[in-house]
Each structure stands twice: as structure tokens, then as C-alpha cells.
């Protein structure tokens, strides 16, 4: 069983018990959050698809806490000049698990 959800602009494959790292959000660590845009929801029945949502599915979640992604580094040189800069970057982002994946209401997973 599985649901794509849309989270800011970003679609996310997931399943129930998955722990999957989202763009940071303003949530305390044990709170709960739920996705009401579902693109597309799974299970042993089928695959529904919606247009561009369905209508009654959500994915439950808790967040499980903040964590930070690698380390990027970018570098912007001016050819011939001798100047150089180097920037380095770190993201953060949110953990949370998913509990549960409810079509319609009715929860059918977690």
C-alpha cells in the first residue's frame, strides 16, 4: 500500500511505518501532521488516481524531529582576475513518520 502526497510543491512516494525527511516545517517533535493532498492512493483493490486530488484520502504523520542534509559547496571565480569564493550550504529538514493512510475516512493502513 502506498499514496503520493503533495507536500509545498514537492510529491512524495510513501507508505505506512516509512520515514521519509520533508522541507523544515514549523512542528514540535511528537505532533502530528496531516497531508490532505493526495495525488494517488493504492492498495490490493487498485490504484486511484485523482484529478488532480482525491476527495476524502489523507496520510497521518509524526514528526519525529529536525535533522540537516550534506553539505553542498558552490565556487564563483572570475576567469583571469584571481578571485575565487567558495559557499557552502546545508539544509534542513524534517523527519516524520507515517502512521497511517486514510482513503475516504476509513483508515486502511499503519
Not at 24 to 49: C, H, Q, T, W
Amino acid at each position: 500500500m502506498y499514496a503520493v502526497i503533495d507536500d509545498r510543491g514537492n510529491q512524495l512516494k510513501v507508505s505506512p511505518g516509512e520515514i521519509v525527511e520533508l522541507d523544515l516545517m514549523n512542528a514540535d517533535p511528537g505532533s502530528e501532521i496531516v497531508f490532505d493532498r493526495v495525488l494517488v492512493y493504492s492498495d490490493d483493490d487498485g490504484v486511484k488516481v485523482g484529478k488532480p486530488t482525491l476527495e476524502g484520502a489523507e496520510v497521518v504523520a509524526e514528526v519525529l524531529g529536525e535533522s540537516k542534509g550534506r553539505k553542498v559547496h558552490g565556487v564563483s571565480f572570475r576567469r583571469r582576475k584571481n578571485s575565487k569564493v567558495r559557499k557552502g550550504h546545508r539544509q534542513k529538514y524534517s523527519r516524520v513518520k507515517i502512521k497511517s493512510i486514510r482513503a475516504a475516512g476509513v483508515p486502511v493502513g499503519g
